[in-house]
């Protein structure tokens, strides 16, 4: 049995051509992305002053979004059972609100009348 020689050309091909496409594909992406600076000069004049008009509370949702996910990943259950608790209490307490204020607005309504000297209803 004769041993083969070790084939350094075709060696040095793939070397070279994997260090090519590690190196030059993601180089080749950070050149052909835009950056958000660019972007944002192709808009046109309306969007660019809405853009900038609601940049203050889009920051302001993502940093809502981001504390809530920190305080649900505290809880030792999984976050996104609680996510779903969290979600739940919100929406109970919206309700609550909404129950309060149409309350309140019946009160308004009441005392109104009562005021107009029309007969209370309920």
Do not use: C
């Not at 950070?30 to 969007?47: A, G, S, V, W």
């Not at 996510?83 to 307490?93: G, N, S």
């Amino acid at each position: 049995m004769s041993k083969k020689p070790f084939n350094w050309w075709l060696w040095t091909k793939v070397l070279l051509g994997g260090a090519a496409i590690s190196v030059g594909g993601p180089y080749l992406t950070m050149k052909l992305i835009p950056t958000q600076e660019e972007l944002f000069k192709r808009y046109n004049p309306d969007l660019q002053k809405r853009s900038l008009e609601n940049k203050d509370k889009r920051e302001q949702e993502f940093d809502d979004f981001v504390s809530m996910i920190k305080q649900a990943s505290k809880s030792d259950k999984h976050i996104w059972i609680s996510l779903k608790e969290m979600e739940d209490e919100r929406k109970k307490k919206e309700r609550a609100q909404m129950r309060q204020d149409a309350a309140d607005a019946r009160a308004r309504r009441q005392q109104m009348r009562l005021e107009a000297g029309l007969e209370a209803t309920e």
